[in-house]
């Protein structure tokens, strides 16, 4: 800095300009961590309401392996061999109770933020299609156990589950819950 001040201050400069001359001029439309060029205009423009479509294809690589896509039809060949109702299992062959998952489920959403009847329709939608419902973090209600449906209790990052003030499992509350007494 003493000796060629101004390249010496040249450097820092060079140092806080370099994400922006690598984002703008080196990395291409589809490299960018960890959102990509296209996707980030994508939500500008709809962030701005403006037209978000592209016409004219892509500039991904659709050939590449690991790329996906869903293709649409109207009338699909196969409608009546598909499978209507797909399902996952969870647990192998040394598991003593797997769990037969619909791919469909009602996402997490916690009960201090809907209400109680919603609460119940959200259940007894699950037990009709035969798949779970996630409590999300507002912890179990008798308003989740009421239609019968599946039930995932998220106690992971509940405050209204079963945790101490200082946020530690308590195995006691978790016990208490009518799930258990069943």
């Known amino acids: ?3 060629y001040p101004v ?3 040249l450097r820092y400069f060079m ?3 370099r994400p922006k001359v690598y984002q703008y001029f080196i990395e291409s439309d589809t490299d960018g ?3 990509n060029r296209i996707d980030r205009n994508t939500i500008y423009q709809r962030s701005k309401k403006d037209n978000d479509t592209m016409p004219f294809g892509t500039q991904m690589d659709v050939y590449a392996e690991g790329y996906e896509w869903t293709c649409h039809s109207v009338s699909p060949k196969n409608f009546h061999d598909m499978d209507h109702n797909p399902r996952i299992i ?8 797997p769990y037969n998952a619909s791919i469909y489920n009602v996402s997490a959403m916690s009960y201090g933020s809907l209400s109680s009847n919603a609460i119940e329709a959200l259940n007894a939608g699950a037990k009709i299609g035969g798949f779970a419902h996630n409590t999300g973090e507002g912890g179990l209600s008798p308003y989740h156990l009421k239609h019968g449906g599946d039930i995932i209790w998220q106690i992971g990052t509940g405050y209204f589950g079963c945790r ?11 016990l208490k819950k009518p799930l258990f007494q069943m």
């Open 1 to 3: 800095m003493r000796i």
């Open 7 to 9: 390249f010496g201050r």
């Open 15 to 17: 140092e806080d300009i």
């Open 33 to 35: 961590r960890p959102i």
């Open 90 to 97: 969870f647990g192998n062959k040394d598991c003593l109770q």
């Open 164 to 174: 101490t003030d200082d946020g530690n499992f308590d195995e006691h509350l978790l």
